[in-house]
């Protein structure tokens, strides 16, 4: 292992203590019906309890949106769904999304970040099989979004059964490696 995937590990390990992730993946997201306009991403999924029971799950989406403000735009107006008024009937009173703030230096806005809240009041409620079952669906049918295959933290909680195929680490270090 080289000295830059090593570092890479380090940082992750130090967000991972401070975030609670539990899972993340990468998806692809439709500007347009022109499939050459898919825009890649990645969904951290981070959990954070009030309670032994009762917090939220956090989906961060991060796209790369190459500092250009036009696919920016695009983007935003994509997750501005989450605020259609209308849509009320459809959502939990315990979701929540909020808009993203303009970035504020260049190297900001290369990247759109949002972030969406789903609270929970029993730890069941915030299950990966739950994850798996009703929430990545929900984003899906909100979002023009195809998610890859989650890939799980390791963790020391009893839902060790759901399949994983290579480590989240791994996972992050080829996606970083794809983009240079």
Same mark, same amino acid.
């Given at each position: ?26 998806? #692809? ?10 825009? #890649?991403?990645? @969904? ?23 500092? #250009? ?8 107006? @994509? ?41 929970? #009041? ?16 929900? @984003? ?41």
């Amino acid at each position: 292992m080289d000295n830059s995937t090593t570092e890479i590990e380090k940082q992750l390990n130090e967000l991972r203590g401070s975030e609670n992730f539990i899972g993340f993946c990468a998806f #692809d997201l439709f500007l347009d019906d022109d499939e050459s306009r898919r825009k #890649d991403g990645v @969904l951290k999924i981070s959990r954070h309890n009030h309670t032994a029971k009762t917090g939220f799950l956090k989906f961060t989406f991060i796209v790369d949106v190459y500092g #250009d403000k036009l696919i920016r735009k695009q983007v935003l107006d @994509l997750f501005a769904a989450f605020q259609d008024t209308s849509a009320d009937s459809e959502m939990d009173p315990n979701f929540m999304y909020i808009r993203p703030p303009e970035p504020a230096t260049q190297k900001d806005k290369a990247w759109f970040i949002g972030e969406v809240f789903f609270h929970f #009041d029993s730890a069941g409620a915030a299950s990966k099989e739950n994850v798996v079952k009703f929430f990545i669906p929900f @984003l899906t049918l909100r979002l023009p979004v195809e998610f890859s295959d989650l890939e799980w933290w390791e963790s020391s909680s009893d839902e060790k059964n759901l399949p994983q195929k290579k480590s989240a680490i791994k996972s992050i270090t080829d996606f970083i490696k794809s983009k240079f």
